[in-house]
């Protein structure tokens, strides 16, 4: 029985000893062969001696072709190499695929094109590019960068203009403001500064922080404050005994009192009329009162309760001339609002009508306002309107859809302003909500987080509101607005 055993085990012995060989010989041929272009030896033979004039001619023979012929031969040579190889042409090619262009283009004589490359980064990115290297902060600093990055802003952010003109810094932006231009440092150094004013706002805006002072219109005649416009020394307050108030914004007196019977008003920059408090021109078109009006680069455009609009061609404060009468109402027209596209107008018969500015054509209806509508202000592709359905609506002047319907107020919704963050809104019942535009938006975002704040201020009927997009001081955005019953102005 043993040796029958050992010879068994002999023979197990050498079938494996076999078996391994053949695995041997396997793993190593597979090591070897090149299948299908893809895959080589780990190893490779060593170089012959002709390798050198082998690899000469090769070059030769390379040079003499096109660029397209040699890209292709490349190729397929890459294609027949093996991860390890492509691990090492990468290694060789990657510091050759990677050019400082910002610091090569100034020493071929352009430093404007570097110089505008680096002017399309944000504040962040302009921080790290200077920190690259001396060049890279040398074209910063002489570009002026830092100057752009801050002009880009004014011109795009209604709040930072307010800012620039509140600060006084405006005079330092654009060309021909001044002839004092401060260094690049000096923009650097102001950029943060701009940033901490903005982030204050906000914070009042989210807390509600704010400065409330009156201005007491009440008089035996006077039974409240119809309309108001401010800017930065006065404030202009139309009130029902038939007056027009002029206050100084900063001490608050009464400058100046015109005599005349008004329920809408608006003046410009040159102040035409309210200054002297002279009569320059009558207007005699509408055949019932005159209930809105707006008026910017020569043209204005008034709205009536006979239900008409009119569009005039103002050339200066004496000449002006009726370019169209707009009829499709059928109540009183109460706002108007437009641009260079389009006319908006808002009607005690619930509908809102969008008209052509240049042509004067009907464009379409917005329908959704279940009763008259008192407000609205248009800018770019939004509309904002308030009714007396006590709802606000947000609309797509382009399409003509509802985007949203926010409501809070109690009763009507008189006066609308917005910009690009936020909606204030003021109603009959004596309140001014201050709406998160953005969310309002988004139709995902819930309708209980879209009012921010409530401010309870008055105690009769909120009639109009103003709000700048600038700081008055640190703690203070101003709004101003007045009141029916209570014959008040408030400066929040």
């Known amino acids: 029985m043993e040796p029958e055993i050992e010879d068994k085990t002999l023979e197990l012995m050498n ?40 690899k000469d001619v090769c070059i030769q023979l390379f040079d003499q072709w096109s660029e397209a012929d040699q890209v292709e031969f490349v ?7 093996c991860h390890y190889q492509h691990g090492h042409i990468n290694s060789y090619l990657k510091p050759m695929l990677q050019r400082d262009f910002i610091t090569a283009l100034p020493a071929q004589g352009l430093d404007h094109i570097a110089e505008n490359i680096l002017s399309f ?21 002489e570009g002026m960068l830092w100057k752009k990055l801050i002009e880009r802003m004014v011109r795009t952010d209604p709040l930072w203009k307010g800012l620039s003109e509140r600060r006084q810094w405006e005079k330092y932006l654009f060309k021909n403001r001044t002839t004092e231009v401060p260094p690049n440092s000096y923009y650097h150094s102001l950029y943060p500064k701009i940033i901490q004013d903005i982030e204050t706002i906000e914070t009042n805006w989210r807390c509600g922080k704010h400065n409330l002072q009156r201005i007491q219109c009440r008089s035996e005649n006077s039974k409240g404050v119809y309309c108001l416009q401010y800017d930065d020394d006065k404030i202009i307050s139309g009130l029902r005994d038939n007056s027009i108030k002029i206050w100084d914004k900063q ?16 003046y410009d920059e040159r102040g035409v009329g309210c200054e002297l408090g002279e009569v320059l021109n009558t207007l005699i078109h509408h055949n019932e ?71 004067c054509e009907f464009v379409r209806t ?18 904002v309107s308030g009714s007396s359905d006590n709802t606000i609506r947000l609309w797509d002047i382009e399409c003509g859809a509802c985007l949203r319907v926010l409501e809070g107020h109690e009763e009507l919704v008189r006066c609308i302003r917005f910009d690009n963050k936020r909606i204030v809104s003021g109603a009959y019942d004596g309140k001014i909500k201050v709406w998160d ?56």
């Not at 980064?121 to 600093?141: G, H, M, Y």
């Not at 279940?370 to 509309?383: H, W």
């Open 15 to 54: 079938t494996s000893s076999v078996m391994d060989s053949q695995n041997d010989d396997l793993c190593y041929t597979a090591l070897l062969c090149i299948s299908n272009g893809t895959v080589t030896g780990s190893r490779k033979r060593p170089s012959e001696g002709n390798y050198e004039k082998e």
């Open 75 to 81: 190729e397929h040579l890459i294609s027949r190499m």
């Open 121 to 141: 980064l944000d504040a962040r990115s302009l921080c790290a590019a200077e920190l690259v290297c001396k060049e890279w902060q040398r074209v910063v600093s």
């Open 251 to 266: 001490s608050l007196e009464c400058l100046k009192i015109l005599w005349l019977a008004q329920i809408c008003l608006q």
């Open 289 to 359: 009162a005159v209930l809105h009006l707006r008026f910017c680069n020569g043209l204005m455009v008034t709205c009536s309760k006979d239900r008409s609009i009119a569009v005039w061609d103002m050339a200066s404060a004496t000449d002006i001339s009726l370019r169209r009468v707009l009829v499709g109402h059928r109540a009183a027209v109460n706002v108007v609002d437009f641009d260079d596209k389009y006319i908006v107008s808002a009607s005690g018969d619930r509908t809102i009508k969008v008209w052509s500015t240049s042509t």
């Open 366 to 383: 917005l329908n959704g306002h279940k009763r008259g509508i008192a407000c609205l202000q248009y800018r770019d592709r939004l509309v």
């Open 437 to 492: 535009l953005q969310a309002a938006l988004d139709p995902r975002a819930p309708a209980s987080t879209l009012c921010l704040r409530t401010l309870v201020e008055h105690s009769g009927r909120v009639f109009r509101l103003q709000r700048t997009f600038s700081l008055s001081h640190i703690h203070l955005h101003l709004q101003i607005t007045g009141c029916e019953q209570q014959g008040a102005l408030c400066v929040v």
